[in-house]
């Protein structure tokens, strides 16, 4: 299974964005699939996460703000993000956890930049 990232990019503070994490094959019923953000110098914190049953969880720092959702015929996981702030800017991942084997599979990352 591999996982790509997309959708970062330079939006200003109070601005949304809306990031994809693809699957190359289906996982949701299988894997628990989650967002985690690396802001610069620091390290890598949760976001978001989606277990196999559908129960979708958000960190405190985010609440409100993200919605997160997936499309199971498409294998592919998206992070709506609303009302943007400096603090939301970091590098964005996608990993996929297998629940029987607690096999975990990273994606490559996708940048967010919060700037005016």
């Known amino acids: 299974v591999q996982l790509q990232a997309s959708g970062g990019g330079l939006v200003q503070p109070g601005g949304s964005l809306r990031l994809s994490c693809r699957a190359s094959?289906?996982?949701?019923?299988?894997?628990?699939v989650s967002w985690y953000r690396q802001a610069p110098g620091e390290q890598r914190e949760w976001v978001a996460s989606?277990?196999?049953?559908?129960?979708?969880t958000y960190a405190d720092s985010v609440k409100g703000r993200f919605t997160l959702s997936r499309d199971l015929p498409d294998n592919t996981m998206f992070l709506q993000m609303n009302s943007l702030i400096s603090e939301d800017t970091g590098v964005y991942y996608c990993k996929a956890r297998n629940t029987f084997t607690n096999h975990e599979i990273w994606g490559q990352g996708t940048l967010v930049t919060v700037s005016s």
């Open positions: 094959t289906s996982i949701f019923r299988l894997h628990d």
């Open positions: 989606v277990g196999f049953t559908g129960t979708i």
